[in-house]
């Protein structure tokens, strides 16, 4: 038997932190891993048998985005043994509002008091046993960024577990609100145990007016009206109505606790104070802008130009050496000339001509997580939404979309933070167009072969067209599919915290390792397969020149399409296709098809193929067109619907020829 | 006088959260309730979202939304409390 650990709290309560910890970053698919929340789930270490779970974080239990919808259907039905609620000690108020909640579903749990570090910097003083008493759950002081207390925390979470220890304080309530929740409570009681809901939990949300809970109660009309009439009674009597009655008891049941157990000399911590001076600067009223473009400019720069760059040439160096040495070891050693060609031609060009962007891609990521840790997001998030509003999106699209630049698949999964399914779906349209880490292969050996002079230029060039082309889509979606009002926009902004090398270290790691698994993979069977098709022809027998392969009459069938764009060639054609498995796969497949049986390099031999417009032509197609199958799947799983992931090819592929067209039209007439 | 007239720098009190549906339950929810304090720290750049401190922690939202909910204005409390976290 497994015990499960479910980690819950609000976001930048440290989740990921404590989770990392617990865990040493190892995470897979288990129980809880369903497709429709971004749920991790992980085995703690140095305990069998035990798995803990990081919950997307979320405010409150009512139903506001898709993740705490689902958040909250996890919770109450696939029951994790003991809840971990994670607390920002620093902001008690509004982290305890989550906690409340979490009491009423007769989960055993415990409540970890993160960042009490800084707690003590801040000269706060908590009463932890008191809290402890008053709420009759354990309460643990950790330091999850310097990993402190978390030995302690697991030891008492599992305690808790066994012992199936549950908060039995649950009246945080006084005079109306109190006579409403236990008329409520004894005339629900059946209806609740039935559907398998705890009691106390869905008398609240009857009195909130949860029309999930309620609906799922399946209650009849007599209880209906005596429930509507306990309900105007209280609303009669507090002057207030339901909704806003219960945030204000449970808020007044915090306040009480805090004046008994906290002492503070100021309101705000040393950290909140620190964000604000840096907010002088980074959100002022007129530099806000000029720095956000001027943070994406350096970061850019740093990643193609300056630090990716160069250690991806010396990698590539590398790596051609290897070749080299593994076609004079086998030419040595009497292998047969259709194995070295498979082997040198095929595998290994190939899978090189994609690894050796794994160094930019490193950094990339790096840069996006710090960007990320330090709270910076968020900010952009303000900064920016009355643009993005103009697109008929919202400041928090920023996050998914800048998140898009390194991978479109969590950037996807990312949109659950969003509050509606419009701007999910528009979302979902437009972060394609965020040029992803993967394609960066694809510029790196164009921009190499064609424009070396100005490889920073094409760079900026290609990612703002891809920008560009996302927003003329988005003010075309937005006088015709989704019309009707701007949502609403109200974003939590959490101080700034220097983030955690660890974290941003994990987190590279794991799309690094994301990378070489794919290049071992996915691109592996597809050089594989590529290699096969280039050098048979139809009945078997391997060919001379790969004019007369398989592949070159399948690639000359589809080549048309691509003819007004300026790369009306198999081989074009051919890695477009092979592109859709995974974007790096466009060079692999280049590189097998062009430097199969001669001795010129890639770049050399992409001379022969393109001009430099077509070349630009079709690194403007790459950028735009479908996206790969991975990312097609996240958002067939995301909205639930083969035929919007369809949608999507479509209206990409057409932008992209579209695109790609005018351009190649217009320039090849200078 | 609502949220969104409050000037920049001044606290408030919260007198009553309006507007509706699951805008008003997250509001509520993020501790925007009657009596709260509230002070607008500043203005996004193109003119809107503003930006406000509640309860130790920031917040931002629409000037759409801050209409919607109303505040009486802390006229003794602004000028001092505004000093101290400037210092």
Redesign the interface.
């Known amino acids: 038997m497994t015990i499960h650990i479910g980690l819950i709290g609000n976001p930048s309560a440290g989740l990921t932190t404590l989770f990392n910890q617990m865990t040493g970053g190892l995470q897979h698919n288990g129980y809880f891993s369903t497709s429709k929340v971004a749920t991790k789930e992980g085995p703690v270490k140095g305990h069998k048998g035990v798995n803990v779970i990081e919950f997307p974080g979320t405010y409150s239990l009512s139903a506001y985005t898709l993740d705490d919808i689902t958040t909250r259907d996890i919770l109450l039905h696939k029951r994790p043994d003991v809840l971990i609620n994670i607390l920002d000690a620093t902001n008690l108020e509004r982290n305890l509002y989550l906690t409340l909640q979490l009491m009423e579903l007769e989960i055993p749990m415990v409540l970890a008091f993160n960042m009490m570090d800084e707690v003590r910097k801040n000269n706060i003083h908590i009463d932890l046993p008191a809290i402890s008493e008053i709420l009759t759950v354990p309460v643990i002081p950790i330091s999850a960024s310097k990993n402190r207390g978390i030995h302690d925390l697991i030891h008492i979470a599992l305690e808790t577990a066994k012992k199936k220890l549950l908060p039995h304080k649950l009246d945080f309530c006084s005079g109306h609100v109190h006579t409403a929740i236990h008329a409520i409570l004894h005339l629900i009681e059946e209806d609740a145990r039935k559907e398998g809901l705890p009691v106390r939990f869905a008398a609240t949300k009857v009195v909130e007016g949860d029309q999930g809970i309620i609906d799922h109660l399946k209650l009849h009309t007599p209880e209906m009206n005596i429930i509507d009439h306990i309900i105007k009674d209280m609303e009669h009597h507090l002057g207030t109505d339901r909704e806003a009655a219960m945030a204000d008891m449970r808020y007044e049941f915090i306040q009480d606790l805090r004046e008994k157990t906290v002492q503070a000399q100021s309101t705000e911590t040393l950290e909140h104070k620190r964000s604000v001076k840096i907010d002088r600067i980074l959100t002022h009223r007129i530099f806000a802008i000029p720095i956000f473009l001027a943070i994406m400019f350096l970061v850019f720069i740093l990643t193609f130009q300056v630090i990716g760059a160069w250690l991806s040439d010396w990698l590539a160096l590398g790596i051609d050496w290897f070749i080299g040495e593994v076609g004079t070891y086998m030419a040595v050693n009497g292998s047969s000339p259709a194995l070295q060609a498979l082997v040198v031609d095929g595998v290994l060009t190939g899978i090189g001509s994609v690894l050796s962007f794994l160094p930019i891609i490193a950094v990339l990521f790096f840069f996006l997580s710090i960007l990320e840790d330090s709270g910076y997001i968020p900010r952009v998030a303000f900064v920016m939404d009355k643009l993005l509003r103009k697109l008929g999106l919202s400041g928090r699209s920023i996050v998914p979309m800048l998140i898009g630049f390194g991978c479109s698949v969590p950037a996807v999964m990312a949109t659950r933070s969003l509050p509606s399914k419009r701007d999910r779906q528009l979302t979902m349209a437009l972060i394609p167009f965020m040029s992803c880490s993967a394609k960066l292969p694809i510029y790196g050996i164009f921009t190499a072969a064609f424009f070396n002079e100005h490889e920073g230029l094409i760079m900026m060039a290609i990612y703002l067209t891809g920008i560009l082309v996302a927003i003329v889509c988005a003010l075309i979606f937005k006088v015709t599919i989704y019309r009707g009002d701007p949502v609403p926009f109200v974003m939590v902004i959490p101080s700034y915290r220097v983030p955690a090398m660890k974290s941003v270290g994990l987190r590279m790691w794991e799309n690094v390792k994301g990378f070489i698994k794919k290049a071992f993979t996915v691109i592996l069977i597809a050089t594989i397969i590529i290699w096969f098709l280039q050098s048979f022809d139809f009945g078997l027998n391997m060919v001379d020149s790969s004019e007369d392969s398989i592949l070159a009459t399948l690639g000359r069938a589809a080549a048309p399409i691509f003819a007004p764009l300026g790369f009306g060639e198999w081989r074009a054609a051919t890695a477009l296709i092979t592109g859709l498995t995974a974007k790096e796969a466009v060079v692999s497949t280049m590189a097998v098809l062009t430097t199969a049986g001669s001795t010129g390099s890639l770049t050399g031999m992409l001379g022969e193929i393109f001009t430099p417009i077509s070349a630009f032509s079709f690194m403007l197609f790459c950028l735009l067109y479908m996206p790969c199958v991975a990312t097609l799947a996240a958002i067939r799983r995301e909205l639930g619907g083969m035929h919007y992931a369809l949608l999507v090819v479509l209206f990409q592929t057409t932008v992209a020829w579209i695109v790609s067209f005018l351009f190649y039209q217009i320039f090849s007439q200078f | 006088m609502t949220l969104a007239h409050l000037p920049i720098g001044h606290w408030a009190r919260i007198k009553r959260?309006g507007g509706q549906g699951?805008?008003?339950?997250?509001?509520?929810?993020?501790?925007l309730?009657?009596?709260?304090q509230v002070r607008v720290?500043?203005?996004?750049?193109?003119?809107?979202?503003i930006?406000i401190s509640l309860?130790?922690?920031?917040?931002?939202?629409?000037k759409?939304?801050a209409r919607h909910i109303l505040v009486e204005p802390l006229e003794n409390s602004a000028a001092e409390k505004n000093d101290k976290?400037k210092d």
């Open positions: 959260v699951a805008i008003r339950r997250r509001l509520l929810d993020l501790g309730t009657p009596g709260t720290e500043k203005v996004a750049p193109l003119g809107d979202p930006l309860r130790g922690f920031q917040l931002t939202l629409r759409e939304e976290s």
